[in-house]
């Protein structure tokens, strides 16, 4: 009886320890000259291994005194991966991030500062970055992160010139326009016994699309500026829904969608519009910066195809081409890191400095730094490099915050409807607006 | 001979399950401390949580149908199995394979399998001269083609019948064959009551597992489409990692351990009535 | 087990019957390997291509090589896989028989409440028993060993003491009877009755012990930060990288070669112990 009751009492207190364990432990200050081995976690598996490697490997020549140890994670479990090591104090030096996350980590001190480098080196994020990559490295004005790879890039337009000038048209005029599209959809659109065989652009069939794709390009806001409203209820929404559900509607809905998709991108091994533009199913196909590395490898040989930024919203007169961006990866200190000062060093040389040149210029990608884009190298290696320089300038930030996932999947709940025609427009929007205003509310309640 | 096992297992596993009760009062972020909150969380979970009675609701609709489908299919076909057969050990690995492919290949994989054009969904109706309904993206029949998918991993009970049925002594039958017993009687009269033990083992097993269904969800559907996938786990899981509610997660989970744990309570309770143990008890 | 055989059509129809389900099923139950395997020898363009092609009409096998050397040491991830596994193994059948046994056998004082409580360990999800569990491990400084992922398995799975626990009881009380009378401890009757007689139980603990290992990659993933020590499952997770840039036919290769060693430990155990079981089972 008295051994059970010294288990009892030795599991409670054990427990309560594990409760109280998380959180940061004080660590001994970092010494002088930045040396050691630095833990760096990042998800830059597959075919970028190589590149990685060569990178680290002149890191660690021009620093000898620094060792990098890059441990790859696989993309699912990268939050229990950080979680559990940061909550138990044992975190690693550098940590990958996509910085949607950011203000989550950053308001639970989990990420060290890096202001205080940043002034040291006399280094400008302004300068150094496209404005809305400083900002999304930043939460409440201080710098958590350096962007690594680009939070633009991956709303292009792509069209085929073949399928383009079999239907009559010029090759090389992409669409400009929302307007231009829905003429090009109609253009191209072929069913055959009251199923879907070909389209222009696919349509979405993803509740979010409108509002991650498609709104920035209708001068819409995810956030309203004091970030204490959503602005999924306003005109430049509406009209957003509007036209997304009305090209989705044309095909015939999610289920001929579904069977065009079943049919035309059976193989589905990477997405499924992707697959249909290459197979010349669709004629267009909004993607991003990695296409010009993938097409050469996994399209038909000889495959010939344009790209032109994201169209916008032909009939708002303050529309411009833009994509909202609230992301992004990008390379973080933990809090409780050991070699902070060394990992910093390794952070200006992968996101600031050659690292990241050689890094993205090995996968045809650009960077977040302005000047390195400007590299003549890009621009000999890429016909349409300038469409992504304009992407990368005309891109809107949007600020995210901790709770941001749980309002984007509040609103995709009540969107989802709308998709499958179970409810209106309207509707749908105003029950968007609700749900997640009351995530956004509650937020802001809790910061006082 | 238990007593050094208990207090590691109770420190290891005991030790856990007893934080995680204690963050179900509280709001727990994950990287910073727990902040006691009462029962707030299981009043938020009951009033204002749509998707909790929703993902509930599609549990038990994915348990009821899955467990006995499963425990039927494996036994039937365990018996099958259980003849002298040629190359049956091919046979019995063969079971096996679709819990050996990896987790990467699964999303992929079965949206070719029930694909209504080309995949074997498309061909078996079209064979049949009708049109494959879509599957995976249309609200009424996502869980049932969840539940077939689940048949694809009947390797487990299939192998635990087998070794079941493989235990009975020969001799039982001999003297039923003697007495002119026909097959049907020997397996209402010999075989189910001695297996009754394996049967337990694998409902209860199976309703503990099937409760916590996840994966393919997550993998596949990811909750959709309209939310009919949605499974508890799959909502308890969201709610912890993706929103860093940690509290409420687990709140929710203990929600289904209350749960799982009458389930399985009554099942043992009716077990007296129905399972037969060869040996002493 | 001997099944009645009247000669006749009667038999010999649901011979062929019985036959012809199981060949059904078991065509089916080969499509995901099928899948996998037509995939490892396609190109990325020709899994991609339309009409789809279900039979690939030539081997291109680069992906073997590519999949195995190209990223990753697959081959120290296999050398560490086996390992790991083989550890686990030995901890789940020891934990599992030795467990189970006075669940099964022997009565004492809350018993049946201690057993619902083990059995009850797996109700909770264990999403969020995931963070406390790693503090204790951090606490114990064992983070960045083998020991989280092999230490468990010597304190038993739920799963596998049930399984023993049932396949126990259903072991007639005169063998362990007769046995104490011959003047065998418990310990003894345990290695020397209990254990043999189980073993088809044993052999299926086995079975899913090794699967279970083999493709694991959340533990692999929390807990181990040295690369040198990954396994093959928490390896083929980072072949995919990013979403965007995955090579489908490299994965599906080495995906086929992970996934035969398990498969031929399958056939190989079931043949050898199955011989051992026939043999010994049926004279009780």
């Not at chain 1, 990268?78 to 044992?90: D, F, H, V």
């Not at chain 1, 200190?333 to 200006?348: F, N, T, V």
């Not at chain 3, 990753?72 to 050398?79: A, D, E, Q, S, W």
Request: glycine letters at 6%; aromatic letters at 14%; hydrophobic letters at 45%.
């Amino acid at each position: 009886m008295r051994k059970n009751l010294i288990c009892v009492l030795l599991v409670l207190s054990l427990s309560a320890l594990t409760a109280f364990a998380s959180g940061n432990s004080e660590q001994a200050a970092a010494t002088g000259a930045p040396s050691g081995t630095v833990d760096f976690v990042n998800v830059w598996g597959g075919t970028r291994v190589p590149l990685m490697d060569k990178i680290i490997k002149e890191f660690e020549q021009q620093h000898p005194m620094i060792t990098i140890n890059s441990e790859l994670i696989p993309q699912s479990g990268m939050n229990e991966r950080y979680l559990t090591s940061i909550a138990s104090g044992t975190p690693a030096d550098v940590i990958m991030l996509n910085r949607n996350q950011l203000p989550y980590f950053a308001s639970q001190n989990a990420l060290t500062s890096l202001d205080s480098y940043l002034k040291r080196d006399g280094m400008d994020m302004s300068k150094i970055y496209y404005d809305a990559e400083a900002k999304l490295s930043q939460w409440k004005g201080v710098t958590y992160a350096l962007p690594n790879a680009t939070a633009t890039g991956w709303a292009l337009l792509f069209w085929n010139k073949t399928m383009f000038k079999e239907a009559g048209l010029d090759p090389n005029k992409g669409p400009q326009t929302w307007q231009d599209i829905s003429a090009l959809n109609d253009k191209f659109r072929k069913t055959s016994n009251g199923d879907v065989r070909q389209v222009g652009l696919p349509p979405e069939s993803d509740p979010a699309a409108f509002y991650t794709k498609w709104l920035g390009a209708d001068n819409g806001q995810f956030l309203r500026d004091d970030l204490k409203k959503l602005a999924i209820d306003s005109p430049e929404s509406k009209a957003t829904l509007t036209w997304v559900y009305g090209e989705l509607k044309k095909v015939g809905g999610i289920d001929k969608l579904t069977s065009f998709y079943d049919y035309a991108a059976p193989n589905d091994t990477s997405t499924q519009a992707r697959t249909a533009f290459y197979n010349g199913k669709a004629a267009m196909l909004l993607d991003g910066v990695w296409m010009f590395y993938q097409i050469p490898q996994e399209a038909p040989k000889g495959f010939d195809y344009g790209v032109t930024t994201i169209p916008y919203n032909g009939n708002n007169p303050n529309a411009r081409s833009s994509v909202l961006v609230d992301g992004g990866w990008g390379y973080s200190i933990p809090h409780g890191a050991k070699h902070a000062d060394a990992a910093w060093e390794w952070l200006k040389f992968a996101c600031a400095g050659q690292g990241s040149k050689e890094f993205f210029q090995g996968q045809t990608r650009p960077t977040p730094i302005v000047e390195a884009n400007q590299d003549k190298w890009y621009y000999d290696n890429n016909p349409y490099w300038n469409v992504v320089i304009k992407d990368a300038e005309n891109a809107t930030f949007s600020q995210p915050l901790p709770v941001s996932p749980e309002i984007k999947t509040a609103i995709n709940n009540a969107i989802e409807p709308v998709l499958y025609g179970k409810t209106t427009i309207d509707a749908g929007l105003a029950a968007a607006q609700s749900a997640g205003q009351k995530i956004l509310s509650d937020y802001w309640a809790k910061q006082h | 001979m238990i007593s050094p096992w208990l207090l590691r297992f109770l420190v290891l596993t005991v030790g856990p399950m007893l934080a995680s009760l204690y963050f179900s009062f509280t709001d727990y972020p994950i990287l910073s401390a727990p902040q006691w909150t009462g029962v707030d969380n299981f009043r938020t979970m009951v009033a204002s949580d749509d998707l909790f009675w929703l993902s509930l609701g599609n549990t038990f609709y994915y348990v009821g149908i899955s467990v006995p489908l499963n425990i039927v299919a494996s036994f039937g076909f365990a018996l099958l199995l259980n003849r002298k057969l040629r190359g049956e050990d091919v046979y019995r690995t063969l079971v096996y394979l679709p819990a050996m492919v990896p987790i990467v290949a699964s999303a992929v994989l079965w949206k070719w399998i029930f694909n209504s054009q080309s995949g074997l969904s498309g061909i078996f109706f079209h064979l049949l001269g009708m049109q494959s309904p879509h599957w995976f993206e249309n609200p009424a029949l996502s869980k049932p083609a969840l539940i077939i998918m689940s048949l694809w991993n009947i390797g487990p009970p299939i192998t635990i019948f087998l070794a079941g049925l493989q235990g009975i002594p020969g001799y039982l039958y001999e003297a039923a064959h003697i007495d002119g017993a026909k097959p049907m009687t020997q397996l209402f009269r010999i075989t189910l009551p001695i297996m009754t033990p394996v049967v337990l083992f694998n409902l209860v097993m199976g309703i503990i597992n099937s409760f916590q269904v996840f994966a393919p969800a997550y993998i596949i559907t990811q909750g959709g489409p309209l939310n009919s996938t949605m499974f508890f786990m799959y909502h308890l899981y969201r709610q912890g990692f993706q929103f860093f509610k940690m509290g409420y997660a687990s709140a929710l989970s203990w929600v289904l351990f209350a749960i799982i744990l009458l389930f399985t309570l009554t099942i043992f309770r009716s077990s007296r009535s129905w399972v037969f143990y060869h040996g002493a008890g | 087990m001997v099944r009645n055989s009247t000669s006749g059509t009667k038999a010999a129809l649901g011979r062929a019957a019985a036959y012809l389900v199981i060949i059904v099923v078991s065509v089916l139950f080969l499509l995901p390997f099928f899948w996998m395997l037509k995939s490892s020898f396609q190109t990325v363009r020709e899994i991609n291509a339309f009409p789809p092609e279900v039979f690939p009409h030539h081997l291109y096998l680069k992906s073997y090589v590519d999949g195995l050397t190209a990223y990753l040491p697959f081959g120290r991830f296999f050398l560490n896989t086996v390992f790991l596994t083989i550890v686990v193994l030995i901890g789940h059948v020891f934990s599992s028989s030795l467990v189970a046994y006075p669940f099964a056998r022997l009565t004492f004082p809350g018993r049946n409440i201690l057993f619902v409580v083990m059995l009850s360990t797996m109700m909770l999800p264990p999403s969020v028993t995931l963070v406390p569990l790693y503090l204790i491990f951090s606490k114990l400084r064992w983070i960045n060993t083998y020991l989280p992922l092999a230490v468990p398995a010597f304190l038993g799975w739920p799963f596998y003491i049930f399984l023993m626990r049932q396949f126990m009881m259903g072991i007639p009380e005169e063998l362990p009877e007769a046995a104490r009378i011959d003047g065998l401890t418990e310990p003894g009757i345990w290695l020397r009755i209990m254990v043999p007689l189980c073993a088809p139980a044993l052999v299926s603990i086995s079975l899913f012990s090794i699967i279970n290992t083999w493709g694991d990659f959340m533990q692999p993933l929390i807990y181990l930060r040295d690369q040198a020590t990954y396994t093959i499952a928490l390896g083929l997770q980072m072949m995919q990288g990013l979403d965007q840039q995955i090579r489908w036919n490299d994965v599906m290769a080495v995906s086929v070669l992970t996934t035969i060693p398990p498969m031929l430990i399958f056939l190989f155990f079931q043949r050898y112990f199955v011989q051992g079981v026939t043999f010994s089972g049926s004279k009780a």
